[in-house]
């Protein structure tokens, strides 16, 4: 079974561009998570889905980031423009939310350069 | 506001060793706790993952227990090994979300 997917694993980019990563969860997977996580730092939650439906997303920089999830599968992190103090570690996970086991599983994670 | 911290922050230990990590959480209403490990420049393994009702959970060489009513989780590591070398995080799960700690990193020496 294919795990957590997400690309690219490394982007870098000057400031005030802007920059997408993607995420394709485990298949079946109702739950999605987008994580940001800084050097030396656990991860903390920017939005979460189920299926989707946006059901958390009060740590999500309104101004400059956005999400989509299309059909509630995969999805898309957007950051317009991107700041010097978003260069982090951007992880997707997912997991299967009937039946209260709530096991996340993550993907490898894009580590982001802002220049 | 739910706060998670993991003690000690770093840890060297010689091959074949057993150890403890350490997890405390501050609000006692969770609905599990989830142990990971991150290797460097890599995403989050999940390890064990406990409900609230239960006390410990198994796995291998590992074993992690939880005590709700003093908001704490120990995982343990039996017979360390240098492949067990890595950042070991544990997350609360409140209502709604995971908060995590910001880790053990761990070194077995050869």
């Known amino acids: 079974e294919a795990g957590v997917v997400q690309s690219p694993r490394y982007k870098i980019i000057e400031k005030k561009q802007p920059v997408a990563f993607w995420c394709n969860p485990i298949?079946?997977?109702?739950?999605l998570y987008w994580y940001r996580q800084n050097l030396g730092q656990g991860p903390e939650l920017l939005i979460r889905?189920?299926?989707?439906?946006?059901?958390?997303d009060s740590q999500l920089p309104k101004d400059r980031f956005s999400a989509e999830r299309l059909k509630g599968v995969d999805s898309t992190l957007k950051i317009q423009p991107a700041e010097l103090g978003d260069s982090a570690v951007y992880l997707c996970?997912?997991?299967?939310?009937?039946?209260?086991?709530?096991?996340?599983?993550f993907g490898p994670g894009t580590r982001l350069t802002v220049t | 506001k739910q706060e998670v911290t993991q003690i000690p922050a770093a840890l060297s230990v010689p091959e074949g060793e057993n150890l403890v990590l350490n997890c405390s959480f501050t609000?006692?209403?969770?609905?599990?706790l989830q142990w990971f490990r991150q290797d460097p420049g890599k995403g989050l393994t999940s390890l064990l993952l406990?409900?609230?009702?239960?006390r410990e959970q198994t796995s291998g060489r590992l074993n992690a227990s939880l005590d709700k009513s003093s908001g704490r989780s120990t995982l343990y590591i039996a017979a360390s090994q240098p492949g067990d070398s890595a950042t070991y995080l544990c997350?609360?799960?409140?209502?709604?979300?995971?908060?995590f700690g910001t880790g053990t990193r761990l070194k077995v020496l050869a």
């Open positions: 298949s079946g997977h109702n739950t």
């Open positions: 996970a997912s997991s299967f939310t009937q039946g209260g086991s709530y096991e996340q599983y």
């Open positions: 406990i409900q609230s009702s239960q």
């Open positions: 889905y189920e299926n989707e439906e946006a059901v958390d």
């Open positions: 609000d006692s209403a969770i609905y599990n």
């Open positions: 997350a609360v799960k409140g209502t709604y979300k995971y908060i």
